[in-house]
């Protein structure tokens, strides 16, 4: 891990310890999406056939999952684990009920109301990654607010093994969320399928979830097409920072920064405090613990661009933090909340010595599909408000029209849009030979 | 305007139906953008000099507005105009006052703390077109949520007339809403100084407003770029559909299709009825009220576009409608409410015959930047929640990671992330050892 001082870094430096690796959009990676999505979109789903068989190396019967293959998922599964899903998706689902967007209406003026309506998204499609490790936790948190928000089509894939089945775990957390359909898909494929329909997938108007780079690729590529599906968000590495004070505890500190690392090379590690003796404690602590890690090679190539900063206080590690804007940010510090304040931009937050990242990703309640590479500075986590619209119905009375058509006279005529004047003046006239 | 039967109508003639003009991303266009984003990106203020006296035949001084220019649009404007932008001002205030997002807070189970804790996007960046037709109610639109959201910088860009200077409503306007900085830019160059920066204009996180195809592709390219800015929505040519029945008034409905039509010769009108007599009759009053319009050209050239589509029903037309999802909705009927509920999709919604969309367009309340060309499937207009982050918080206590640490151990080893694991169960021995 590379250690610094903030301090004593110019400008240059400065921008160089916080930077990401880049994430080009290779020319090499953009064509060979953009011609997966094509092939997808001329053959359907004999094109899925023969992707799936090349990149998945699976030789798909039917793509859909079928009734038989969930009962036989559920099946599978040890109790232990159905009961931790089922516990899991409970505290999401809470803590997404009480935090999803609200009807609201007011009148704006006597005889002028305007509500906000929401609507589900008709159709949406959930990706959840499979390959190495499968993922039922992302089902949770992409399947749980779509129930909630009463999307009427919830569509999944995710990525077959060799065997040609989908994970037992993915498939039993899909389930337990009311998600209605599962194909056996992965990669840009899926994503295109999903964006654009074929005989075997619904056409989804919104699609959500992490991938690899081919998958968040396909994701750019759809959502700048009119014809394709709107995304979450744009992706990159997951990445933690971490803020400590010298009564965090170096083990517990450790152990964070490297649930970060085992994601994958490219994952971000920082740590922020003003004790060195925090930070020596923490680097050692590290060493200590990766070496007996199933992911060490992994979290070892993480740990090589990870940083240890020195600053001088908790303020200025709440300024580089801001600057760094994390996707979690966990803060083991004598009085976490108080750093909150000035807290401009995060994914998801962490506070105190008994709230590892861990229990975000699975089960605190909140949600683990959150921004990354800097977008926290712009985009928010998913929550059931990503698969909504929020719609705004106003009705004006005659009365209210006699209030505020004046206005929309005025402003009608500043802006030379005289068929927008006329619109109102004619029904003022009808109006005032009524009265 | 053309005349439909839906029911007469096969699979391929309904899309053809309901068909937007094609929006086409030209790869000509797509080029001239891209050269103009790397023109400014390499050679900041000096290119948007150069590229102000290309497109907007203005040739700058000063870039940014001084509060002398900002006083001199003030006295220069009459007091019915502001007194009128004050008040439009106010309703929007109000109205995006009651809609905010709120923060939230819950207890998933016990000693386990989520909260949802609400950041403004720090500088947003507003475009306001002006062209031929100055927007003063755009610049209300973008500045009032940006204002209430707490955006620490709000920068507008709006282009200059030849003259060298901004339209002194959209100035007045901005000032109102509390804009910190205009600057006298327009197109895609606008963008591009909003979305990286250059010594005078600050680079912006998040871009918002209407504007023409080069600002609109220049948008999409800059959200393409982690290191550009975040986007509102994707646009397209502004659009309405009106559903009537024979208690309509032909002319109420003629005066608001048109106001539609006179945006541009692209611009989207669609009229839905089961009355054949009410078709007719404003098939008529359309003719009769465009003759004598300013904007006569423009709106006979959308009208060739337009459609009017006998239906079935009420019920049949609400279906058309949620499969177009237009922008604007205005429902005429006897009983609008009635409606509401089977609607899917729409940007805005106006109820009853005194509610002509002009009144969203400019002073009920509600934002007039919506999603077009069919986005309004997947997105929803400007709202506060365009200008913050949602950004969830947790706190565990050492009894909630004892109710849900286990869940979590179980989730992380189901997904052989064993750092995960262990990140939580470490702090599980800790508290053991503590007993």
Not at 48 to 63: H, M, V
Not at 163 to 185: I, M, P, Q, S, Y
Not at 260 to 283: C, F, I, K, N, Y
Not at 410 to 427: C, D, I, K, W
């Amino acid at each position: 891990m590379k250690r610094l001082d903030w301090n004593t870094l110019d400008e240059t430096a400065r921008r160089e310890a916080l930077a990401r690796p880049a994430q080009a959009r290779a020319d090499e990676l953009k064509q060979g999406v953009a011609a997966i999505i094509a092939q997808v979109r001329a053959h359907g789903d004999v094109a899925l056939r023969e992707l799936s068989a090349k990149y998945d190396r699976c030789a798909l019967d039917a793509i859909e999952v079928t009734a038989a293959e969930f009962d036989a998922a559920e099946a599978a599964l040890d109790e232990a684990l159905k009961s931790a899903i089922r516990e899991a998706a409970g505290r999401i689902d809470t803590y997404h009920r009480a935090s999803q967007p609200r009807s609201v209406g007011v009148e704006t003026a006597p005889g002028v109301r305007v509500e906000r309506m929401l609507r589900p998204i008709t159709r949406v499609g959930l990706y959840v990654p499979a390959g190495t490790a499968p993922l039922p936790s992302t089902a949770l948190m992409l399947g749980v607010p779509a129930a909630i928000a009463g999307c009427r089509e919830v569509v999944l894939c995710s990525p077959a093994r060799a065997d040609g089945r989908c994970d037992e775990a993915v498939l039993f957390a899909a389930r337990v969320t009311g998600v209605h359909r599962v194909f056996k898909l992965g990669g840009a494929q899926a994503i295109a399928a999903m964006a654009y329909g074929t005989d075997s997938v619904p056409k989804c108007e919104k699609l959500f979830g992490p991938g690899n780079a081919w998958v968040t690729e396909a994701k750019l590529q759809v959502s700048g097409d009119p014809e394709g599906a709107a995304i979450d968000m744009p992706a990159g590495p997951s990445e933690v920072l971490v803020i400590a004070d010298d009564v965090a505890r170096p083990a517990f500190v450790a152990a964070d920064l490297l649930s970060q690392a085992e994601h994958g090379e490219d994952s971000q590690v920082v740590l922020l405090s003003p004790s060195a003796a925090l930070l020596d404690a923490v680097a050692a602590e590290v060493d200590r613990q990766v070496a007996t890690l199933p992911r060490s090679e992994t979290a070892l190539k993480a740990l090589a661009q990870s940083r240890l900063i020195a600053v001088d206080s908790l303020a200025q590690a709440v300024e580089v933090s801001n600057r760094y804007a994390p996707e979690h940010l966990i803060i083991q510090t004598d009085e976490p909340r108080a750093l909150l304040d000035g807290i401009e931009s995060a994914g998801s937050i962490f506070l105190g010595s008994w709230t590892p990242e861990s229990v975000g990703d699975y089960c605190s309640g909140s949600n683990h599909v959150l921004p990354t590479y800097g977008y926290a500075r712009s985009y928010s986590g998913v929550s059931v408000a990503s698969f909504v619209k929020q719609i705004s119905v106003q009705e004006v009375s005659a009365d209210g029209l006699r209030a505020i058509g004046p206005c929309t006279v005025t402003l009608a005529a500043a802006e030379q849009l005289e068929a927008h004047r006329r619109a109102v003046s004619m029904r003022l006239d009808v109006l005032e030979s009524r009265a």
